[in-house]
């Protein structure tokens, strides 16, 4: 092979290389690579990766949520109140104690004093108060007996009242005791006593029922005289003091 004949394969070995570059990028007119007007490849395959990471690349919505749907968050739970626990036994309410039977007023279940008054004169007031937890009932008059007196004193029979003196727990019944001539002519065998038994009648009004009551008497004792005489249980102190 002559030298001539390589020199010109050498140059269409080129041509054919140059015209390959020409194809794949930007050239002039000269056939130079021209960097500065035409793009590169190396420049081309970040931006398209780029433009890739672009498309799917999540979304951030007005609220702030990034997703292609905005998620909204969990309800919190709602406390429940606990439940009792079963099988607890209720507790019971004790059962009110029955009330006591009616009764007759007497010494175990009243409480008796007997005090001077001052009008009017020469009178003794006598009050029973129930002390029981049922109602008691006074009947008729105090049989009273002051000293060593061998029997009681008369009734003031206009003083009856309409009623039995009915006395609920913690009430009061009064009578009244006159215990003397106001002017010490109707009287007679005047004396003085320091001791009282006061005697309750029961239903019949002519028996004594339950225990008799001691209330206490002045330190200088009670005048008495033979025109003592005692008034009916009443129901109101106005009503004792008036006989």
């Not at 990034?66 to 209720?90: D, H, L, M």
């Not at 005090?115 to 009273?144: E, M």
């Not at 609920?168 to 215990?179: D, F, I, K, M, R």
Request: with cysteine; proline share 9%.
């Amino acid at each position: 092979m002559s030298v001539r004949t390589s020199r010109t394969r050498l140059v269409s070995g080129a041509a054919s290389l140059v015209a390959a570059a020409c194809s794949l990028t930007a050239c002039n007119d000269s056939g130079v690579i021209d960097t500065a007007t035409g793009p590169s490849l190396r420049a081309a395959a970040p931006a398209a990766a780029a433009d890739s990471s672009t498309s799917t690349a999540p979304s951030a919505d007005a609220g702030g949520t990034t997703g292609s749907a905005s998620q909204e968050p969990a309800a919190a739970p709602r406390p429940t109140a606990p439940k009792p626990a079963t099988g607890t036994p209720t507790p019971k309410t004790p059962a009110a104690p029955a009330a006591a039977e009616p009764a007759t007023c007497e010494g175990s279940n009243t409480a008796t004093t007997a005090a001077p008054l001052n009008r009017p004169v020469n009178h003794l007031l006598l009050t029973v108060t129930n002390t029981g937890s049922g109602t008691c009932y006074l009947y008729g008059y105090p049989a009273v007996r002051f000293g060593e007196a061998q029997s009681v004193p008369p009734v003031i029979t206009d003083s009856k009242p309409q009623a039995v003196v009915t006395l609920q727990p913690g009430e009061s019944g009064y009578a009244s005791v006159n215990l003397s001539s106001t002017d010490g002519t109707d009287g007679s065998n005047g004396h003085t006593v320091n001791s009282l038994t006061v005697y309750f009648h029961g239903p019949s009004g002519n028996e004594s029922v339950g225990a008799g009551a001691h209330p206490s008497l002045p330190a200088e004792g009670a005048y008495v005289d033979d025109s003592l005489k005692v008034g009916y249980w009443q129901q109101s102190l106005d009503d004792a003091v008036s006989w």
